[in-house]
């Protein structure tokens, strides 16, 4: 059993920057693989971008190639979701999930494959 709190969303002027935080609790991190997921309101949640356990593996959705990078400290237990040249269109509630060790390399991109979610964070983007 692991336990997610994302932390660091905000509100943020188009073209601006957020980090976002995954801290988890429980059994070591470093043996989950981790997903971001967003959800606007009125959409059903969609994948963002996702880790492996090592960090050596990551995905993302192509609406946010180039501009968000995944990344995590194994040491403090924590995914980081680092999202640059914010756009209007990524206002959404985030949320960071997690999956005990599907595979070295593995990264999963679907809701599905994640039995362990925190309870997001709002991010909202102004033009």
């Known amino acids: 059993q692991v336990h997610l709190v994302e932390s660091g969303g905000g509100l943020v002027q188009a073209g601006g920057s957020l980090r976002l935080s995954c801290a988890a609790s429980?059994?070591?991190?470093?043996?989950?693989?981790v997903g971001w997921f967003r959800q606007a309101p009125g959409k059903e949640r969609e994948f963002v971008a996702a880790?492996?356990?090592?960090?050596?593996?990551?995905y993302y959705a192509d609406s946010v190639k180039g501009r968000f990078t995944i990344s995590r400290d194994n040491a403090k237990n924590t995914v980081y979701l680092q999202m640059n040249s914010l756009k209007p269109e990524d206002t959404a509630v985030y949320y960071c999930?997690?999956?005990?060790?599907?595979?070295?390399?593995?990264?999963?991109?679907?809701?599905?494959?994640?039995?362990?979610w925190g309870q997001g964070t709002q991010v909202t983007v102004s033009s």
């Open positions: 999930a997690a999956n005990y060790f599907p595979g070295a390399g593995m990264v999963l991109t679907t809701l599905r494959s994640y039995p362990y």
């Open positions: 429980g059994r070591t991190f470093s043996s989950y693989a």
């Open positions: 880790i492996s356990i090592s960090g050596g593996s990551t």
